[in-house]
């Protein structure tokens, strides 16, 4: 099992590893530094989701990165102009250099001691023969050693998509599909399609395959929020028209961030205003008599679960055009033909889509133990969002529910750089976030769909206030993140112990 050293070990190369291994190079460039990436490409998300119409939910100037424009006409971008911009910046910056495809981090271990990290992973592109001399895949333990480790895995599983039981499943005799794992032989031209769901995905999905499909049917057992956005934005053609663009981009981009948190902010606080304007935009984008209450108003208020954005109102237009149709109702049983629903009513279909949402993985299945202590990860409160208590030099990327993954990312990864600058002014090799005093803990994501209710409890927890609050408000947590104390009440600065003897020292 071989072994090798770097300062900085990353976890996954889709947009928040990219994102962390160029910041490194801007900020820390005397630090030597790793990426592991369990796939074989670059891109993460959007590498892997591959279904027609796939795109941001996220305006492209907030979903970007802090220190690269995006110069692309449309803010509300496909798949793959998003994976092409990541995959350009990674080469900009020579990330790809330092990425080791097929290697899946499966444990790490800390030692005080030392004062580092070991990493195992399962390296999956080697193969061995068989008496039959075929070639079969195998999997190769590596060992590296780091003294951080940085963790921009996600939190859902890559390989496996969540799909509820569905009865009757057995005696469907078309096509069933889970947008996760989209069939690159499937072809939905003059077929009738069902996609059960109604989230963003659904949204997607629906308007992309009407344009070419026969019909498709949204099922939805209830509906969500949807906001029609401009897929341009009006400001930033201006601008740039006028501007260079590392001068238009952080205007459109902070502009977006104020009117995103307005949005967030209002919906908290006025609930019952946001609903009627989210219904009243509705009602004027679909066609007049249409049941808006029953398929497009939640029971939920505005961000109990996260708005689905449609970009140029297209599910409204493909409604309003006879092209796709919504249908608010559970399914009974699958039959040959399609679906019967609780109501009675029949649904046919050559193809069924179960966009019903993703499994949570926290740090990718990647299991931690501090100095022969396994972590469970339920019982540890996240600090700043991105560390947590008892687990020295380690660190995560979780983005914002409510705005764009990438704002958090940045934040982090910035954030990182300034411990490791501070570590090494400072003398000192070890930090350690302490748990918040007193016993309040709550869930460390807040929204309330389905996927993260079903996986929340695995993940840590977060406190009562700051540092261990999420307060989901990019604002504060750039007055936080970039501005504020490295050195407050919630973290540990040490240094590495020695003959068996501790020499820490808080710094608080």
């Known amino acids: 099992m071989p072994s090798d050293h770097v300062d900085v070990l990353i976890v996954g190369a889709g947009l928040s590893g990219v994102g962390a291994a160029c910041h ?43 220190f690269r424009p995006w110069t692309d006409a449309r803010s509300i971008a496909d798949g793959a102009s998003i994976l092409e911009y990541v995959r350009e910046t990674a080469r900009e910056y020579d990330v790809q250099r330092h990425i080791r495809f097929s290697h899946r981090v499966t444990r790490a271990e800390w030692d005080s001691a030392a004062a580092r990290w070991t990493v ?31 963790a921009c ?16 499943v057995d005696a469907y005799a078309g096509r069933l599909v889970h947008p996760q794992h989209w069939p690159d032989d499937l072809d939905h031209a003059g077929k009738r399609v069902v996609v059960i769901g109604s989230g963003a995905t ?31 934005d009006r400001l930033a053609d201006s601008l740039r028209r006028r501007l260079p663009a590392g001068v238009a981009y952080p205007v459109v981009r902070w502009k977006n ?77 699958f039959t040959a033909d399609g679906l019967r629903l609780a109501s009675g009513d029949e649904v046919r279909a050559d193809i069924v889509v179960t966009a019903t949402g993703l499994n949570l993985l926290a740090l990718g299945g990647l299991t931690l133990r501090v100095d022969g202590v396994d972590v469970d990860l339920a019982d540890t409160v996240a600090y700043k969002g991105m560390m947590l208590s008892g687990v020295p030099n380690f660190a995560l990327t979780i983005g914002y529910t409510n705005a764009s993954w990438t704002l958090k990312a940045d934040l982090v990864a910035g954030y990182v750089c300034r411990l490791l600058r ?11 976030p302490l748990p918040p005093p007193g016993d309040e803990r709550v869930p460390l994501i807040d929204l309330r769909s389905s996927y993260v209710l079903r996986g929340v409890a695995a993940l840590p927890r977060q406190g009562a206030r700051t540092p261990w609050r999420l307060h989901q408000n990019y604002v504060r947590d750039v007055l936080l993140m970039r501005h504020g104390r490295l050195t407050d009440e919630g973290v540990r600065f040490s240094r590495r112990a020695r003959q068996g003897r501790s020499t820490d020292r808080a710094e608080v």
């Open 24 to 66: 490194l190079r801007r900020d820390c460039p005397d630090k030597t530094y790793a990426v592991l990436e369990a796939r074989d490409a670059v891109g993460g998300t959007w590498d892997l989701f591959r279904y027609p119409g796939v795109r941001s939910d996220s305006d492209m100037f907030t979903l970007g990165y802090s």
């Open 120 to 150: 195992y992973a399962e390296r999956t592109d080697t193969a061995e023969r068989t008496d039959t001399a075929e070639r079969t895949d195998t999997a190769e333990t590596v060992v590296l050693t780091c003294s951080f480790l940085f």
């Open 153 to 168: 895995t996600g939190y859902y599983r890559y390989d496996e998509g969540y799909t509820p039981a569905l009865p009757g």
């Open 202 to 232: 659904a949204v997607t999905l629906v308007p992309a395959l009407a344009r070419r499909a026969a019909h498709v049917t949204m099922l939805q057992r209830s509906p969500s929020y949807l906001i029609a956005l401009a897929a341009r």
């Open 257 to 333: 961030v104020l009117l995103s948190t307005a949005t967030f902010q209002l919906s908290r606080r006025a609930p019952g205003l946001v609903r009627r304007l989210l219904r009243r935009a509705a009602t004027r984008l679909l066609p007049v008599g249409y049941d808006v209450d029953r398929h497009f108003s939640p029971r939920y208020d505005p961000w109990d679960q996260r708005l689905c954005v449609v970009p140029d109102g297209d599910l409204f237009t493909a409604v309003s055009q006879g092209r796709a149709s919504v249908v608010t109702d559970t399914i009974d049983t």
């Open 422 to 432: 501070h570590l090494d002014r400072t003398g000192q090799h070890v930090v350690t």
